[in-house]
Protein backbone atom coordinates (compact mmCIF):
# COMPACT_ATOMS: atom_id res chain seq x y z
CA UNK A 1 0.00 0.00 0.00
CA UNK A 2 1.25 3.43 -1.23
CA UNK A 3 2.74 6.04 1.69
CA UNK A 4 1.03 8.82 2.26
CA UNK A 5 2.34 12.32 4.29
CA UNK A 6 -0.67 14.72 6.03
CA UNK A 7 0.12 17.71 8.17
CA UNK A 8 0.46 17.11 11.99
CA UNK A 9 -2.30 19.91 13.12
CA UNK A 10 -4.64 22.14 11.64
CA UNK A 11 -7.30 24.43 12.83
CA UNK A 12 -10.17 25.75 11.58
CA UNK A 13 -12.71 28.42 12.92
CA UNK A 14 -16.45 26.40 13.91
CA UNK A 15 -18.94 26.93 11.06
CA UNK A 16 -16.13 27.36 8.47
CA UNK A 17 -14.94 24.75 5.89
CA UNK A 18 -12.18 22.71 6.90
CA UNK A 19 -9.56 21.69 4.56
CA UNK A 20 -7.49 18.52 4.93
CA UNK A 21 -4.72 17.39 2.46
CA UNK A 22 -2.90 14.16 1.87
CA UNK A 23 -0.22 13.30 -0.57
CA UNK A 24 0.23 10.20 -1.94
CA UNK A 25 2.61 10.60 -4.71
CA UNK A 26 3.37 6.82 -5.38
CA UNK A 27 -0.19 5.66 -5.52
CA UNK A 28 -0.75 3.16 -7.96
CA UNK A 29 -3.97 2.72 -10.63
CA UNK A 30 -5.96 0.63 -8.19
CA UNK A 31 -5.01 1.47 -5.15
CA UNK A 32 -8.11 3.54 -3.43
CA UNK A 33 -8.30 6.62 -1.21
CA UNK A 34 -9.84 6.55 2.48
CA UNK A 35 -10.33 8.76 5.05
CA UNK A 36 -10.95 7.57 8.27
CA UNK A 37 -11.00 9.77 11.99
CA UNK A 38 -10.88 9.26 15.55
CA UNK A 39 -12.17 11.45 17.94
CA UNK A 40 -10.48 11.39 21.52
CA UNK A 41 -10.65 8.04 23.68
CA UNK A 42 -12.83 6.03 21.20
CA UNK A 43 -11.99 3.70 17.99
CA UNK A 44 -11.40 5.17 14.20
CA UNK A 45 -14.59 5.60 12.35
CA UNK A 46 -14.87 5.92 8.50
CA UNK A 47 -15.54 8.75 6.38
CA UNK A 48 -15.39 8.39 2.78
CA UNK A 49 -13.29 6.62 0.02
CA UNK A 50 -13.07 7.42 -3.90
CA UNK A 51 -10.82 6.02 -6.39
CA UNK A 52 -10.30 9.26 -9.15
CA UNK A 53 -13.96 10.82 -9.24
CA UNK A 54 -14.88 13.25 -6.36
CA UNK A 55 -16.43 11.74 -3.93
CA UNK A 56 -19.23 12.81 -1.18
CA UNK A 57 -21.55 11.92 1.63
CA UNK A 58 -23.74 13.18 4.84
CA UNK A 59 -20.11 13.89 6.38
CA UNK A 60 -17.51 14.76 4.01
CA UNK A 61 -16.27 15.82 0.36
CA UNK A 62 -13.42 13.79 -1.14
CA UNK A 63 -11.38 15.87 -3.69
CA UNK A 64 -8.52 13.68 -5.80
CA UNK A 65 -6.44 15.62 -7.96
CA UNK A 66 -6.38 14.10 -11.35
CA UNK A 67 -3.09 12.65 -11.13
CA UNK A 68 -4.10 11.45 -8.35
CA UNK A 69 -1.09 11.95 -6.37
CA UNK A 70 -3.08 14.15 -3.39
CA UNK A 71 -6.56 14.49 -2.29
CA UNK A 72 -8.48 17.28 0.19
CA UNK A 73 -11.01 16.00 2.86
CA UNK A 74 -13.72 18.82 3.25
CA UNK A 75 -15.57 19.42 6.02
CA UNK A 76 -17.98 21.46 4.60
CA UNK A 77 -19.21 23.20 8.03
CA UNK A 78 -17.21 22.30 10.50
CA UNK A 79 -18.22 21.84 14.19
CA UNK A 80 -16.48 21.06 17.83
CA UNK A 81 -17.89 18.05 17.24
CA UNK A 82 -15.62 17.75 14.28
CA UNK A 83 -12.42 17.89 16.14
CA UNK A 84 -10.40 14.63 15.96
CA UNK A 85 -7.30 12.73 14.19
CA UNK A 86 -7.98 12.42 10.65
CA UNK A 87 -6.45 9.40 8.80
CA UNK A 88 -5.93 9.50 4.94
CA UNK A 89 -4.92 5.54 3.91
CA UNK A 90 -4.24 4.16 0.41
CA UNK A 91 -5.01 1.08 -0.07
CA UNK A 92 -5.96 -1.92 -2.30
CA UNK A 93 -9.58 -1.89 -2.87
CA UNK A 94 -9.17 -6.22 -2.86
CA UNK A 95 -6.48 -6.67 -0.56
CA UNK A 96 -4.95 -8.57 2.16
CA UNK A 97 -7.97 -9.31 4.17
CA UNK A 98 -8.82 -5.93 4.04
CA UNK A 99 -6.22 -4.36 6.27
CA UNK A 100 -5.53 -0.62 7.13
CA UNK A 101 -2.25 0.56 7.57
CA UNK A 102 -2.56 4.11 9.43
CA UNK A 103 0.00 7.16 9.33
CA UNK A 104 0.18 9.54 12.04
CA UNK A 105 -2.75 11.37 10.39
CA UNK A 106 -4.12 15.40 10.63
CA UNK A 107 -5.13 16.52 14.57
CA UNK A 108 -7.41 18.92 13.58
CA UNK A 109 -9.03 21.41 16.28
CA UNK A 110 -11.90 23.08 15.41
CA UNK A 111 -12.41 26.76 17.46
CA UNK A 112 -15.11 28.24 18.68
CA UNK B 1 -26.37 0.51 13.57
CA UNK B 2 -23.16 -1.91 13.19
CA UNK B 3 -21.79 -2.42 16.81
CA UNK B 4 -18.59 -3.63 17.81
CA UNK B 5 -18.24 -4.09 21.30
CA UNK B 6 -14.61 -4.77 23.37
CA UNK B 7 -14.97 -6.50 27.07
CA UNK B 8 -13.52 -4.24 28.68
CA UNK B 9 -12.31 -0.20 28.57
CA UNK B 10 -9.43 -0.15 31.09
CA UNK B 11 -7.41 -3.21 32.24
CA UNK B 12 -4.55 -3.50 34.30
CA UNK B 13 -2.46 -6.75 34.52
CA UNK B 14 0.67 -7.73 35.72
CA UNK B 15 3.61 -8.87 34.18
CA UNK B 16 3.63 -12.56 33.34
CA UNK B 17 -0.39 -13.00 33.46
CA UNK B 18 -2.32 -14.52 30.81
CA UNK B 19 -4.92 -11.93 29.39
CA UNK B 20 -7.46 -12.12 27.12
CA UNK B 21 -8.95 -9.44 25.36
CA UNK B 22 -12.62 -10.08 23.96
CA UNK B 23 -14.48 -8.45 20.86
CA UNK B 24 -17.79 -9.08 19.43
CA UNK B 25 -19.66 -7.56 16.37
CA UNK B 26 -22.91 -7.96 15.65
CA UNK B 27 -23.45 -7.72 12.00
CA UNK B 28 -22.46 -10.85 10.41
CA UNK B 29 -18.72 -9.59 9.11
CA UNK B 30 -16.68 -12.05 8.11
CA UNK B 31 -13.64 -9.99 8.60
CA UNK B 32 -12.55 -8.79 11.91
CA UNK B 33 -8.62 -7.25 12.84
CA UNK B 34 -6.81 -6.51 16.27
CA UNK B 35 -4.73 -3.26 16.26
CA UNK B 36 -2.50 -1.75 19.07
CA UNK B 37 -2.32 2.05 19.08
CA UNK B 38 0.42 3.72 20.30
CA UNK B 39 1.90 7.14 21.01
CA UNK B 40 3.83 8.23 17.91
CA UNK B 41 3.26 4.96 16.19
CA UNK B 42 -0.12 5.00 14.83
CA UNK B 43 -2.50 1.77 15.16
CA UNK B 44 -0.45 -1.00 13.77
CA UNK B 45 -2.26 -4.37 12.91
CA UNK B 46 -1.71 -7.53 14.83
CA UNK B 47 -3.33 -10.26 13.90
CA UNK B 48 -6.67 -10.86 11.56
CA UNK B 49 -9.43 -13.02 10.59
CA UNK B 50 -11.55 -13.68 7.62
CA UNK B 51 -13.44 -16.63 8.39
CA UNK B 52 -13.93 -18.46 11.28
CA UNK B 53 -11.38 -20.60 12.90
CA UNK B 54 -9.21 -18.33 10.05
CA UNK B 55 -6.50 -16.39 11.13
CA UNK B 56 -3.33 -14.24 9.67
CA UNK B 57 -0.28 -12.71 11.14
CA UNK B 58 -0.25 -9.07 10.57
CA UNK B 59 2.68 -6.95 11.48
CA UNK B 60 3.32 -7.16 14.75
CA UNK B 61 1.78 -10.53 15.93
CA UNK B 62 4.90 -11.41 18.60
CA UNK B 63 3.66 -12.06 21.52
CA UNK B 64 -0.04 -12.74 21.01
CA UNK B 65 -2.02 -15.43 19.84
CA UNK B 66 -5.73 -15.08 18.95
CA UNK B 67 -8.81 -17.13 18.84
CA UNK B 68 -11.91 -16.92 16.36
CA UNK B 69 -14.27 -20.19 17.02
CA UNK B 70 -17.64 -18.12 16.13
CA UNK B 71 -18.05 -15.61 13.46
CA UNK B 72 -18.89 -12.94 15.87
CA UNK B 73 -16.58 -13.37 18.34
CA UNK B 74 -12.41 -12.33 17.78
CA UNK B 75 -10.65 -13.02 21.12
CA UNK B 76 -7.16 -11.52 21.39
CA UNK B 77 -4.36 -13.48 23.67
CA UNK B 78 -1.41 -12.39 25.73
CA UNK B 79 0.00 -15.37 26.65
CA UNK B 80 2.63 -13.50 29.14
CA UNK B 81 1.26 -10.10 29.71
CA UNK B 82 4.91 -7.88 29.33
CA UNK B 83 5.03 -4.09 30.30
CA UNK B 84 6.07 -3.28 26.63
CA UNK B 85 2.33 -4.71 25.76
CA UNK B 86 0.74 -1.72 27.56
CA UNK B 87 -1.21 0.00 25.09
CA UNK B 88 -4.48 0.62 23.03
CA UNK B 89 -6.19 -2.36 21.61
CA UNK B 90 -8.92 -1.44 19.31
CA UNK B 91 -10.89 -4.61 17.65
CA UNK B 92 -12.55 -3.70 13.71
CA UNK B 93 -14.54 -5.81 11.34
CA UNK B 94 -15.85 -5.69 8.23
CA UNK B 95 -17.91 -7.26 5.67
CA UNK B 96 -15.41 -7.57 3.43
CA UNK B 97 -12.15 -6.66 2.65
CA UNK B 98 -13.13 -3.75 0.50
CA UNK B 99 -15.79 -1.88 2.76
CA UNK B 100 -15.11 0.10 5.54
CA UNK B 101 -14.29 -1.14 8.93
CA UNK B 102 -16.24 -0.47 11.79
CA UNK B 103 -14.08 0.09 15.25
CA UNK B 104 -14.89 -0.88 19.00
CA UNK B 105 -14.30 1.27 21.59
CA UNK B 106 -10.40 0.22 22.18
CA UNK B 107 -8.95 -1.22 25.43
CA UNK B 108 -6.76 0.62 27.39
CA UNK B 109 -4.10 -1.99 28.85
CA UNK B 110 -1.66 -1.20 31.32
CA UNK B 111 0.86 -4.17 32.30
CA UNK B 112 2.70 -3.21 35.69
Known amino acids: DAKTTQPPSMDCAEGRAANLPCNHSTISGNEYVYWYRQIHSQGPQYIIHGLKNNETNEMASLIITEDRKSSTLILPHA ?19 GKLIFGQGTELSVKP | DVKV ?12 EKVFLECVQDMDHENMFWYRQDPGLGLRLIY ?13 PEGYSVSREK ?41 L
Not at chain 2, 7 to 16: A, E, F
Not at chain 2, 52 to 58: D, I, L
Open chain 1, 79 to 97: TLRDTAVYYCIVRLFYNQG
Open chain 2, 5 to 16: TQSSRYLVKRTG
Open chain 2, 48 to 60: FSYDVKMKEKGDI
Open chain 2, 71 to 111: KERFSLILESASTNQTSMYLCASTTGSYNEQFFGPGTRLTV
